[in-house]
């Protein structure tokens, strides 16, 4: 029964794909590829444009890019260059630590999940910086949740890894 189950998961569900073999870059794409279809989620007659769209919470998670043309638009996203699921299965992004006392942004790298990063404060990888790691200004352009903005560098938690 459970290799009947399986053959038939593999074989017939809507979230199995046959995987291209001969070309690295499309097992790849494969492999990091995010569905909101089949059992359990949602069907493409009744998605809306609000599911659609790119949200604010998908930066660094997912590409807003590499979605197919058509009926799975926006259905069909893959995994941004630097994110990772979780062992929750939650997608974390990686950003670079900011040290608030000194004002140093760190070799440090925390992975954090969309709920997450909402508390942070995250300036922009082409920020420019010192060679001791300080900001060069004294304002640079961030992110608080939805909103890009010019901030104070004493506020700034985390810097994004890569501008990619």
């Given amino acids: ?3 009947a189950s ?3 998961f593999f074989g017939s569900s809507q979230l199995s794909q046959f995987m291209d073999q001969t070309n690295p870059l499309g097992e790849l ?3 990091r590829r995010l569905s909101a279809l089949g059992p359990g989620g949602l069907t493409r007659d009744r998605a ?3 599911v659609r769209d790119v949200h604010y919470s998908h930066y660094g998670r997912m590409c807003p890019i590499e979605t197919p043309e058509g009926p799975n638009i926006g259905l ?5 260059s630097y994110a990772k699921v979780n062992k929750f299965g939650f997608i974390e992004t990686p950003y670079r630590r900011v040290d608030r006392e000194t004002g140093r942004v760190t070799d440090q790298i925390d992975y954090l999940t969309a709920d997450i990063e909402d508390h942070y404060i995250v300036a922009q990888a082409n920020s420019p910086l010192n060679e001791d790691g300080t900001f060069a200004q004294d304002v640079v352009m ?3 949740q939805s909103e890009n ?3 104070s560098i004493d506020k700034v ?7 990619k």
């Fill in 76 to 80: 069909i996203n893959s995994l941004s």
């Fill in 1 to 3: 029964p459970v290799v």
């Fill in 48 to 50: 809306g444009y609000e």
């Fill in 29 to 31: 794409t494969y492999k």
């Fill in 157 to 163: 938690d985390y810097m994004d890894v890569s501008p």
């Fill in 6 to 8: 399986i053959k038939e």
């Fill in 142 to 144: 961030a992110r608080a």
């Fill in 149 to 151: 903005l010019e901030v």
